[in-house]
Structures are given as C-alpha cells and as structure tokens.
C-alpha cells in the first residue's frame, strides 16, 4: 500500500493535524504507563523507548528531493543540513549528486539514523556526510549555507526564529510542501509529476527586527 505524503495530510488540514497531535500524547501517555510498569516489575525486560516526533517519518520521493536541492542551488562550497532527515537521502545526493562540500542530517528517532548511515555507506559518502541522533530544536544551525525541512506548518513556525537568528545571511532555506506563516517565500515551484509544493527562501541581512531585538 502507498504511504500517505504530506501533502496529502495538508488536503485534509486541522482535523489530521489534530490526529498527529493526538497521537503524540497517545505517545506520551504510553511512554509513562510503560515506566509504570517498569517500576512496578523490575524484574522485567525494559520497554523499547518510546520516541517523541514533532513530525511523523514521511519520505520525500527522490524526484522531489532532486527538484529541492535544484531550487536551492546546491553547488560545490555548500554545507547542506537536513533537519528531521529521515533516511538522509537529502544530504546524501547533496554530496553525491550536487558535489556539495559536506551534509549533516539530524533526527530524533535513532532509527533513522541507522537508516541514514546505512545508505550513506552505499553511497560511498561517509567521508563527506554525518548525521547523529538530535532534535532539530537544538541543533547548532550556524555551519549550514543551505537547510532543507520536510516538517509541518506549526513546526515551521517554532523553527523559523532559530532559522532567522542563528543562520547567517544569503543561507537558502527550502521546504518542502509548508510555509513560513507570513515570512513569504521568495520562490514556490510545483514538482510535476506528483504536485508537490517546494518554497525557497533566502536569510536576509540581520536586523534589529530579525533576530527579535529590541530598539531602545
Ligand atoms: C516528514 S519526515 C522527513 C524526512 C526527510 N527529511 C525527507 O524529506 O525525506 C520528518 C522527520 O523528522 C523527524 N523528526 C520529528 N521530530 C523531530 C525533532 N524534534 N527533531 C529531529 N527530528 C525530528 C522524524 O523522525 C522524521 O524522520
């Protein structure tokens, strides 16, 4: 059976949005019977962890892919971050395809992460990508000249102050499907075949009202 794209959960907007959110606190509610359990048996074998998403693991096809790094101009002198890399194909033909200098890939749930690191073995790229097991939130953006996300509308919206404050100027930003609320895209192209939706922006020159300071 075919796995529902994102774009997909976009058509039907709050009310999925609304199941993925439930779902996470179905998550979460699981995640503390099970530490219940475990503390009640503790002779038992110890539950899997349970893993914490802001976004379910979705992939994004490689024709789509392509058509990202196409739009942001990936070329020899990028660093190439993917945040929330799934199985890290983003930076991977980044590398191998765009000759991008370096990538990096994060993602909270470590199977991904094997993932990641079994294809860039394929690849041949290990010398030239790396990815480690992080949440996005907290990832230290600052060596990134490009920065690809395949996220949802409100994750973006909790990224999109990090984006601004700690990425430097001239940084281009593609995602793929959502957008950025009221920071417009400087450019949105349809993927054909499969219509998916890809917005580019740009990290403009740091001012007062970017990076959230105040003016005396
Ligand atoms: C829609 S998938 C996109 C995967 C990949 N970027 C692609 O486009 O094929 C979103 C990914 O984000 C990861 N993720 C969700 N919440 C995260 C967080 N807080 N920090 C890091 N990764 C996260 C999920 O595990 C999943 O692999």
Same mark, same amino acid.
């Given at each position: 059976?075919?796995?529902?794209?994102?774009?997909?959960?976009?058509?039907? !907007?709050?009310?999925?949005?609304?199941?993925?959110?439930?779902?996470?606190?179905?998550?979460?509610?699981?995640?503390?019977?099970?530490?219940?359990?475990?503390?009640?048996?503790?002779?038992?074998?110890?539950?899997?962890?349970?893993?914490?998403?802001?976004?379910?693991?979705?992939?994004?096809?490689?024709?789509?892919?392509?058509?990202?790094?196409?739009?942001?101009?990936?070329?020899?002198?990028?660093?190439?971050?993917?945040?929330?890399?799934?199985?890290?194909?983003?930076?991977?033909?980044?590398?191998?395809?765009?000759?991008?200098?370096? !990538?990096?890939?994060?993602?909270?749930?470590?199977?991904?992460?094997?993932?990641?690191?079994?294809?860039?073995?394929?690849?041949?790229?290990?010398?030239?990508?790396?990815?480690?097991?992080?949440?996005?939130?907290?990832?230290?953006?600052?060596?990134?000249?490009?920065?690809?996300?395949?996220?949802?509308?409100?994750?973006?919206? %909790?990224?999109?102050?990090?984006?601004?404050?700690?990425?430097?100027?001239?940084?281009?930003?593609?995602?793929?499907?959502?957008?950025?609320?009221?920071?417009?895209?400087?450019?949105?192209?349809?993927?054909?075949?499969? !219509?998916? %939706?890809?917005?580019?922006?740009?990290?403009?020159?740091?001012?007062?009202?970017?990076? !959230?300071?105040?003016?005396?």
């Amino acid at each position: 059976m075919q796995k529902p794209t994102l774009s997909l959960m976009r058509s039907t !907007g709050v009310v999925v949005l609304a199941a993925i959110v439930a779902a996470c606190g179905a998550s979460a509610q699981k995640s503390a019977v099970e530490q219940d359990a475990s503390q009640a048996k503790p002779q038992a074998s110890p539950s899997p962890k349970v893993v914490k998403k802001d976004v379910p693991y979705v992939p994004t096809p490689q024709n789509v892919v392509d058509e990202m790094l196409k739009l942001a101009k990936v070329k020899k002198d990028d660093v190439v971050y993917d945040l929330g890399c799934g199985d890290g194909r983003l930076v991977i033909t980044a590398v191998k395809n765009f000759g991008a200098k370096r !990538g990096f890939g994060v993602d909270i749930d470590p199977d991904r992460i094997a993932d990641s690191n079994a294809n860039a073995k394929a690849a041949g790229v290990t010398d030239r990508v790396s990815f480690a097991v992080q949440d996005l939130f907290q990832t230290d953006l600052k060596d990134a000249t490009v920065v690809t996300l395949y996220l949802l509308p409100e994750v973006n919206l %909790r990224l999109r102050p990090k984006l601004l404050s700690e990425l430097r100027p001239g940084t281009r930003v593609v995602s793929h499907s959502f957008d950025m609320g009221d920071w417009k895209p400087q450019k949105t192209i349809t993927v054909t075949p499969g !219509g998916q %939706r890809l917005h580019l922006w740009t990290i403009p020159a740091k001012t007062a009202q970017s990076t !959230g300071a105040t003016t005396p």
